[in-house]
């Protein structure tokens, strides 16, 4: 089974998803101190991770293929009943 390479639409976003959490760890400040960005910016950028977020699990979607995930998320979930009373 061949996996076709990812669009150019899906290239940018993971691009853009990248850098702007590169410049959240370059600009990170310890507690008590005064962070770098202003509060505006900062909510700017999660904003934009949100929306890149969104596009890439429509693109995802769309083109049938998974979305990323932890290794320990629940990825099918199967629900069983479970009779605990004695049956006589």
């Known amino acids: 089974m061949s996996e076709e390479p990812p669009s150019v639409e899906l290239r940018i976003l993971r691009a853009m998803r990248r850098t702007l ?3 959240a760890k ?3 400040t310890p507690a ?3 962070h ?3 509060e505006e910016t900062i ?3 999660r904003e ?3 929306l890149i977020s969104g596009r890439e699990n429509e693109l995802g979607g769309m083109a049938g293929g998974d979305r990323p ?3 320990d998320e629940i990825r099918d979930t ?3 009943q479970l009779d605990l009373k004695k049956k006589d």
């Open 36 to 38: 770098p960005l202003s």
């Open 32 to 34: 008590g101190m005064r």
């Open 21 to 23: 959490s590169n410049v």
């Open 69 to 71: 995930h932890f290794t």
């Open 78 to 80: 199967v629900v069983v």
């Open 48 to 50: 934009c991770l949100a």
């Open 43 to 45: 909510n700017d950028i």
């Open 26 to 28: 370059d600009t990170y």
